[in-house]
């Protein structure tokens, strides 16, 4: 991300995700799928509301915050998502899911504060070496 655009990385990351699933999958098949006007248009819509502009945002932060802070917070996505349909969609959480998502809160925490003590221990050597 230091050396290039969010922009560039986004073409390029969805260029290559584009020739995995063509290879995967027979290309434009979905041309052929029978699908109407107003279809087309909530693809379109999932397509840049859902996939676009979400990735867009996250390489823009990473030239903001360290791309480490980022990944590791990333993390969180899923875990949120799955509260907030809980909240807001009725949606059904069972113990285990509830104890998964503990559980990676409970890393994410750790490995945030596990790097903020990294970042300071040199400090900390210089500081006791000094005295």
């Given at each position: 991300?230091?050396?290039?655009?969010?922009?560039?990385?986004?073409?390029?990351?969805?260029?290559?995700?584009t020739f995995t699933w063509h290879f995967i999958y027979p290309p434009f098949q979905y041309l052929w799928a029978s699908h109407s006007l107003g279809q087309w248009g909530?693809?379109?819509?999932?397509?840049?509301?859902?996939?676009?502009?979400?990735?867009?945002?996250?390489?823009?932060?990473?030239?903001?915050?360290?791309?480490?802070?980022?990944?590791?917070?990333?993390?969180?996505?899923?875990?949120?998502?799955?509260?907030?349909?809980?909240?807001?969609?009725?949606?059904?959480?069972?113990?285990?899911?509830?104890?998964?998502?503990?559980?990676?809160?409970?890393?994410?925490?750790?490995?945030?504060?596990?790097?903020?003590?990294?970042?300071?221990?040199?400090?900390?050597?210089?500081?006791?070496?000094?005295?």
């Amino acid at each position: 991300m230091q050396r290039y655009s969010p922009w560039t990385v986004l073409f390029y990351t969805f260029l290559f995700a584009t020739f995995t699933w063509h290879f995967i999958y027979p290309p434009f098949q979905y041309l052929w799928a029978s699908h109407s006007l107003g279809q087309w248009g909530w693809l379109l819509y999932i397509s840049v509301i859902g996939t676009v502009i979400p990735f867009a945002l996250f390489f823009i932060g990473i030239n903001h915050i360290r791309s480490t802070h980022a990944s590791i917070t990333a993390t969180l996505e899923p875990i949120s998502a799955g509260f907030l349909a809980y909240f807001f969609l009725g949606e059904a959480l069972e113990p285990l899911q509830v104890a998964g998502g503990a559980m990676v809160v409970c890393a994410v925490i750790l490995l945030q504060v596990r790097r903020e003590q990294d970042k300071l221990a040199p400090a900390l050597i210089r500081t006791r070496l000094d005295s």
